[in-house]
């Protein structure tokens, strides 16, 4: 069993910037891709971000160089740095992490969301 928690969500003007932390803990095999999504009010939810174990990263087409994504695993910790936000960035924030436990199984987890609010 894994546990995902999401932390550093807040109201930010625009233009400002915030910076998103996730920590796995709990029971861990291993860890493959982590990743962000959001879902906005009356909207599906997107990726935002993933990375790989081996650092490897891609983004939705919406970010256009604003986020980074990285992680460190010595931490068990992925994090969103988010610059220029907007108002269509503000949305509720989920951490996604792959836990694999053997070759061929996975399991996903979720954690339970952070409120990102762009507003003056």
């Known amino acids: 069993q894994v546990q995902v928690v999401e932390s550093g969500g807040g109201l930010v003007q625009p233009g400002g910037s915030l910076r998103l932390s996730c920590a796995a803990s709990g029971s861990i095999f291993s860890i493959g891709n982590m990743a962000w999504y959001r879902q906005a009010q009356g909207k599906a939810r997107e990726l935002v971000a993933v990375i790989t174990s081996g650092g490897i990263t891609d983004y939705g087409d919406f970010v256009k160089g604003r986020f980074a994504i990285s992680r460190d695993n010595d931490k068990n910790t992925v994090y969103l740095q988010m610059n220029k936000l907007q108002p269509e960035d503000t949305a509720v924030y989920y951490c996604?992490?792959?836990?694999?436990?053997?070759?061929?199984?996975?399991?996903?987890?979720w954690g339970q969301g952070t409120q990102v609010t762009v507003s003056s």
């Open positions: 996604n992490v792959v836990e694999i436990v053997v070759a061929g199984l996975d399991l996903d987890y």
